[in-house]
């Protein structure tokens, strides 16, 4: 029985690390990706003004970007 | 002749440019997106603020890009000083020495002097390295009244795999200078204030007059360490993005924090209380002088038929022994081809920095550090919000967005003696967040 669980265990893995290599897209295979609202700072006004208010009522910033002060609002 | 021609050129265009200008502006402003907001944040009966940002991108081809934005914000109203609420009334001077204010019973002693107008200036210049890399090099400025911050950023980025997989390093250096009104507050200084009993207290008090020290031989309102201070960050910062299949993108940020210098709020002070759990004095806060942060950060968005799904999580810690969890997420729903309304949802909670507390025991030794602020104790906080955009004819876009923002600070196992068991010592803070884009 353990022995059934590790061997399905091993193939998951297995199918994982083979997914990995197949991760990514040809350039043709853009098109979804290449939308506007796909970029990862597509918002960038609202990101940032984000930002700003919970750099100012929080203890933590950063993460999407460096998390350096710059304002005396903290 | 050939200078007087040049000056009558220098006059003609000069002239041109008076008379048309609309086509000298939309000249300038060929090539560059523009994308405009204007803000307003308010907390109920605390801060609020607007803040406008124009933040514009010009792409000069093969993947040179310039991006400058500038802000402009304005904050009024009134923040939390660190006090305790106390069941009688409290008269605090201003942080200026200028004044003082009365706080009524119950009530969370709030600093009703805050107001300032902030403008910060950001450059960047994107340049390719080689044909699958590129280098970023960025300017950051903020100025206000009491805060100054000059800063620097670099990065490089480097695309593997048909650029599925993009590695990138940054660096960014800041410094800071703080110049508080009143100068800077010795630590755990006394704050001149007086503690009026409720037999004292006029509803309609409004006392701006000049602070009397006569009676209070232990309050010291003029040791200062001196006018200003500065302080230093540096930033690391390592990024993996992946694209994961035809729907899926992915981002993994690690970064790297090292503050030193200057790190108290001067404004804010903690209550020196006795075992009645009455206010005896207020003292100065002090924050360590250097600290050290740590995040991680993972982003997904997700393309499907009728939207996008984004979200993302952080985990931070510091050696101030702040960890916090954030997940955000939104959702875009396009409801028309040029139209789509978009939920937003973001959790996240922190606990208490070692040195926070609410408030300190009259008699005992004072600690090395700390603060009563409570957005370095521990809390949780959520947002929600709805954001609709639609593309307009000519393909600006037009979007409003309006959130609800509530923090909610806890207890972090401190016992509350005596009379401070009555009040509130972790009021919710409530906000709303309302936002106009437009992006042409």
């Known amino acids: 029985m353990l022995k059934k669980a590790r061997i399905t265990v091993a193939f998951l893995i ?30 960038g006004n609202d990101l940032g003004l984000d930002d700003h208010i919970y750099f100012s009522k929080e203890a933590t910033s950063g993460g999407r970007a460096f998390a350096g002060g710059g304002c005396g609002c903290n | 002749m050939k200078k007087k021609l040049n000056i009558s050129a220098a006059l003609a265009s000069a002239t041109c440019a008076l008379l048309h200008p609309y086509a000298s502006a939309n000249e300038m402003l060929e090539g560059w997106k523009i994308d405009t907001s204007l803000m307003y944040y308010g907390e109920t009966d605390r801060v ?118 993009t590695l990138s390093a940054g660096l960014a250096y800041s410094y800071d200078v703080i110049k508080p009104e009143g100068g800077l507050p010795v630590p755990f200084a006394t704050k001149t204030a007086s503690i009026n009993t409720s037999e004292d207290y006029d509803d309609n008090e409004d006392d701006e007059s000049e602070d009397d020290d006569d009676d209070n031989d232990n309050y010291d309102n003029d040791e200062r360490l001196g006018s200003s201070d500065n302080k230093s960050t540096v930033d690391v910062l390592f990024g993996l993005t992946q694209v994961m299949n035809r729907r899926m993108l992915m981002q993994f940020n690690l970064g790297f924090s090292e503050i030193s210098g200057y790190s108290t709020d001067p404004y804010k002070v903690l209550s020196i209380v006795n075992e009645q759990g009455l206010t005896q004095s207020l003292v100065y806060e002090n924050r360590p002088d250097s600290r050290t ?48 309304l978009q939920p937003h ?75 401070l068991q009555d009040v509130d010592l972790y009021p919710s803070v409530k906000a709303v967040i309302a936002q106009v884009n437009y992006r042409f």
């Open chain 2, 48 to 165: 609020s603020a607007v803040e406008a940002v124009i933040a514009g991108q010009k792409d000069f081809g093969e993947e040179q890009l310039l991006s400058g934005k500038i802000v402009i914000d304005t904050l009024t109203g009134a923040s939390a000083t660190g006090a305790v609420a106390q069941l009688t009334a409290q008269t605090v001077s201003r942080p200026s020495g200028e004044g003082t204010y009365t706080v009524s019973p119950g009530e969370t002693p709030l600093d009703d002097t805050f107001k300032d107008t902030r403008v910060q200036l950001d450059g960047q210049w994107t340049q390719p390295w080689s044909d699958v890399s590129r280098i970023t090099t960025g300017l950051h400025l903020s100025t206000e009244h009491d805060y100054y911050s000059l800063g620097f950023n670099g990065s490089y980025a480097h695309d593997f795999y048909n650029k599925n997989t």
């Open chain 2, 293 to 340: 942060k740590t995040f991680a950060f993972w982003q997904t968005k997700y393309a499907l038929d009728f939207g996008v799904v984004d979200f993302s999580y952080r985990f931070a810690t510091d050696d101030w022994k702040v960890d916090s969890h954030t997940f955000d997420s939104r959702l875009r729903i396009n409801l028309t081809d040029s139209s789509y």
């Open chain 2, 345 to 419: 949802f973001r959790y996240y909670n922190q606990s208490a920095a070692e040195f926070f507390h609410p408030f300190l025991m009259e008699g005992q030794v004072l600690p090395e550090f700390a603060t009563a602020d409570y957005r370095l104790g521990e809390m949780s906080a959520y947002t929600f919000g709805l954001k609709y955009g639609t593309k307009m004819d000519n393909g600006d876009e037009l979007s409003f967005r309006l959130e609800y923002y509530q923090q909610s600070p806890k207890n972090a196992g401190f016992t509350e003696p005596g009379t």
């Open chain 1, 14 to 43: 297995s199918t994982q690390l083979v997914g990995c290599v197949n991760l990514g897209v040809q350039p043709w295979e853009r098109d979804l990706l290449a939308k506007e609202e796909m970029a990862l700072d597509s918002e």
